[in-house]
């Protein structure tokens, strides 16, 4: 027979603090995990277009004025993981320092 165990109500709450705490941080961890193979497939993307547009220019099958990747597709490239790092980061922030609901209160008119 087991011995039971009770746990007084600040007990309770510093173990659902706890819990809460342990599934901020996994949530934040998998966020950080999506956050960089995003950048990991766009960097290698981009790499790969760059690679064809060389090798095409090189060969005379397209003129350099006809490249994919031209400095306007850098510069998006460059302000689309700017707002990757801010949506990860306010993720991650919101995630980890949302405060708890205040619980109503009744009130007897």
Known sequence: MKPEVSLDGASQRYALD???HELNETVAGEILKLFKWSVGATV???TLLALVDTV???NHVIQPSERLITEHVLMTLIGASVVQVGAA???IVYG???R???PAED???
Do not use: Q
Request: aromatic fraction near 10%; glycine fraction near 0%; hydrophobic fraction near 50%.
């Open 56 to 58: 095409e220019t090189w």
């Open 107 to 109: 009130s007897d008119m």
């Open 44 to 46: 290698a993307i981009t």
């Open 100 to 102: 708890p609901a205040e």
């Open 96 to 98: 980890l320092f949302r």
């Open 18 to 20: 706890l819990k809460r």
């Open 89 to 91: 980061s306010a993720a």
